[in-house]
């Protein structure tokens, strides 16, 4: 049992509101699907398409709650008929019951639940995994480092982890209102009536509350009472800007492999004046993404893949023909029939809208991105239509480089080694 006061809090939090808000029912209807633990991420960003979808991958999450996270990667496994095991980890007993509901309405047999928090992890000795996923949990633990090298400690040799971490300018006017709930509904209060409170502020919260202009919230807005208390009487939240989790991430011994998606923490993709592009080019990457969420302003979360620091760096390569592109969540001819005529793909991401220009051949070759056939066939059908080589070995290097940077176009994992 947690001995911290607000440790005690939060456990009682999500007895009372597991979240996010889940019905098993729902199940039949749809997947939640979302980043970070998308299998075809894991595959990508993690292993850099180089780990054989055949060898068996084991898959922790760490604070897993109502199950989204540890439900879609394990039916993503189920499907696509790769061997392992996912391991739901949380405290809450509301949350698990919820979460083992949701695993049993899908028949998922590679998935298992365990309680206990993340910071036991050596006492629960469940050994080493190959991928974990810590998300919406570092921010509210009373020592994030701690928390996170917990986790690095039971990573395996070659695997890696994906984070998710509130951002503070996309959350402008939460913490106001946080604030204004302390004084409102005091954190000893029982959480049905911390909750009624809050209800109550939210129908008569004056226009000029931040948090009234700020639309990028809709998730925990929208999610009824679990949603409203996460975001507005959490005990214990904290807000993480890029450098912040960077030497987050460092201090655990990890490195960061990737900000999802890339191209939104680009200053260059949205601000086309040249001077301010010199200055930018100067600028280190992470230095880059914190620009980029500075001016934005709408990033309310960060998500990040990372690995150990003492594991080599590995790229997946685009250069290689074996090599077989996949579109994540996403119809490569629909997409090739959707382009607009000038080649530029409009993006939208919490409302920065971006265009994204596209090679020439970018039709031809999203048309054959079906997760089959490779980057070496996938040139040998345009060749035979006419296309010359250099062509499509130029368009296809400047098409995945665009598309990887919105995390859109990946490349699978290897069927083996």
């Known amino acids: ?49 180089r780990r054989p979808a055949s060898r068996p991958l084991r898959a922790l999450f760490a604070g897993g709650g109502t199950g989204d996270g540890a439900i879609m990667l394990a039916q993503q496994m189920a499907w696509a008929g790769r061997p392992g095991e996912v391991v739901w980890l949380d405290r809450s007993a509301a949350a698990r019951r919820i979460a083992e509901a949701r695993a049993a309405a899908r028949g998922l047999s590679n998935l298992r639940f365990v309680e206990g928090s993340l910071l036991d992890l050596p006492a629960l000795g469940l050994g080493a995994f190959d991928y974990i996923d810590c998300c919406g949990v570092l921010h509210h633990l009373p020592d994030p480092e701690a928390g996170l090298a ?84 959490n005990p214990r939240d904290r807000a993480f800007t890029v450098p912040a989790l960077h030497a987050l991430i460092g201090r655990a011994g990890l490195r960061l492999v990737t900000l999802v998606e890339p191209l939104r923490y680009d200053p260059e993709a949205y601000l086309p004046d040249p001077r ?113 080589r250099e062509a499509f070995a130029r368009d296809f290097a400047a098409l995945a480089r665009q598309m990887e940077r919105m995390n859109r176009m990946l490349l699978a994992a290897p069927a083996a080694a």
């Open 1 to 49: 049992m947690p001995t911290d006061p607000t440790d005690a809090l939060l456990a009682a939090q999500y007895e009372a509101f597991p979240y996010p808000a889940r019905d098993p029912r729902d199940e039949a209807k749809r997947l939640v699907v979302g980043s970070p633990s998308h299998l075809r991420e894991i595959d990508h960003w993690v292993f850099a398409a």
């Open 150 to 233: 917990a986790l690095a400690a039971a990573l395996a040799p070659g695997g890696g982890i994906g984070l998710m971490v509130y951002a503070p300018h996309g959350r402008t006017g939460v913490y106001m209102l946080q604030d204004a709930l302390r004084l409102l509904a005091p954190p000893e209060q029982p959480p049905a009536q911390r909750i009624e409170t809050a209800r109550r502020l939210w129908r008569h919260l004056p226009e000029t509350a931040w948090l009234r202009k700020n639309p990028w919230l809709t998730d925990h807005l929208s999610g009824g009472d679990a949603g409203l208390y996460d975001l507005l009487l």
């Open 276 to 388: 301010l592009r010199a200055r930018i080019a100067s600028l280190s990457p992470v230095e880059r993404a914190a620009l980029a969420e500075a001016i934005t302003g709408n990033m309310g979360i960060h998500v990040a893949y990372c690995a150990r620091a003492a594991d080599p760096p590995a790229a997946p390569d685009w250069e290689d023909p074996e090599a077989v592109p996949v579109l994540r969540e996403l119809d490569g001819a629909a997409l090739a029939r959707g382009l607009p005529a000038d080649d530029a793909l409009p993006v939208v991401w919490d409302g920065l809208r971006v265009t994204v220009p596209l090679p020439r051949l970018a039709r031809a070759i999203l048309a054959r991105v079906d997760g089959r056939q490779s980057i070496g066939a996938i040139g040998d059908a345009l060749a035979a239509n006419g296309v010359a």
